[in-house]
């Protein structure tokens, strides 16, 4: 597995996402043996950017992890995010400093590490200067008990103001051939000031991967059968983007994942893709993404795809990014 850089930190091109496998996606949680083999096969594979936060379950994701890399910690890049749980009993995202500081001790505890490697506020908490907020993870750092910071769907200004107090190592925002939102601002603010892009669902919640052709096979708790790209007739005019997808990894011998994942990598270094699964045969499969090479002309076909039909979260969630 190649490696890329999120500011100064050297993490495989691809990672995997944890997250669904204790929360939101169909059968999720069911089978805890299944993916601490998957975790434990992921770091075999190089894999080794690894993914999730203290909302997921929420905690329960985060002790699935920490049971999965026991006596393999030094081996991982271990990312999580907090803010989406307050402790101090403020309602609504809580990114204050007295949040942070008992946040991250349940991630440590949870985790069973001495530090985070990478730790993001998982949403810009509207009520609390960004300022206030990265000064808190400063002092985590100072403490040793974080590497290095990030933040998730966050606007360019954000990111320049956390950036101006520390050194902002990563932004986690949802980025694929159906969501090109950070291309506007994000991603060139980005690379302007060295930090890293993780792009979160690089598979659009799994729809790129050409299996999802209608909603039968989805549990009835699956948070997709309520995504507008997956509802009405929005899911049936974005198919014609997978289909689409299809077409090139007939063409370069791959399947449409690994299309979706290599067009990703295609766009530059400091992009690191985080993949969810919880199954060995789809890690593989993601994995071997890095070694696929996409043409020019399959590059721009991509690029030319009609952007997705349907906003990409529920009105209440889209309130909360970009900000």
Same mark, same amino acid.
């Given at each position: ?9 050297? %993490?495989?091109? &691809? /990672?995997?996402?944890?997250? /669904? ?17 998957? &975790? ?6 190089? %894999? ?51 949040? +942070? ?38 002092? *985590? ?7 290095? &910071? ?42 302007? *000031?060295? &930090?890293?892009?993780? !792009? ?40 014609? +983007? ?15 994942? @690994? ?7 295609? @766009?530059?270094?400091?992009?690191? !893709? +985080? !993949? ?15 070694? +696929? ?27 909360? %990014?970009? @900000?």
């Amino acid at each position: 597995m190649q490696s890329t850089s999120l500011g100064r930190l050297d %993490v495989p091109r &691809i /990672g995997l996402g944890v997250m /669904g496998m204790s929360a939101f996606y169909t059968g999720a949680g069911r089978d805890e043996a299944e993916s601490i083999r998957t &975790i434990r096969r992921a770091v075999d594979l190089g %894999v080794t950017h690894l993914d999730t936060a203290e909302v997921y379950g929420p905690y329960t994701n985060e002790e699935l992890l920490g049971r999965a890399i026991k006596g393999r910690r030094d081996e991982v890049v271990l990312a999580t995010k907090f803010g989406l749980v307050s402790h101090t009993g403020r309602p609504g995202p809580d990114s204050t400093p007295a949040n +942070i500081h008992t946040a991250v001790d349940g991630s440590l505890r949870r985790l069973g590490t001495d530090r985070i490697d990478l730790y993001y506020q998982h949403r810009v908490d509207p009520n609390t200067p960004v300022e206030e907020t990265v000064g808190a993870l400063s002092e *985590l750092v100072e403490a040793g008990k974080v590497l290095y &910071i990030g933040l998730s769907e966050a606007a360019a200004a954000t990111v320049r103001r956390a950036h101006a107090v520390h050194p902002v190592a990563a932004v986690q925002s949802e980025y694929s051939l159906w969501t090109r939102d950070p291309e506007a601002e994000v991603l060139p603010t980005l690379r302007e *000031l060295g &930090i890293g892009l993780v !792009p979160y669902a690089p598979l659009g919640h799994g729809f790129l991967a050409g299996d999802i052709r209608t909603l039968d096979g989805l549990d009835a708790a699956d948070w997709r059968r309520s995504n507008p790209r997956f509802t009405g007739d929005n899911l049936t005019r974005n198919l014609r +983007i997978v289909d689409q997808v299809r077409e090139v990894a007939d063409e370069v011998g791959a399947t449409p994942a @690994q299309v979706a994942l290599a067009w990703l990598l295609a @766009q530059g270094d400091g992009i690191a !893709p +985080i !993949p969810g699964t919880t199954r060995i045969d789809r890690l593989k499969e993601n994995s071997a993404a890095d070694g +696929i090479r996409l043409t020019p002309g399959h590059i721009a076909r991509l690029n030319n795809l009609t952007p997705a039909s349907g906003e990409r979260h529920a009105e209440p969630d889209m309130a909360a %990014v970009d @900000q």
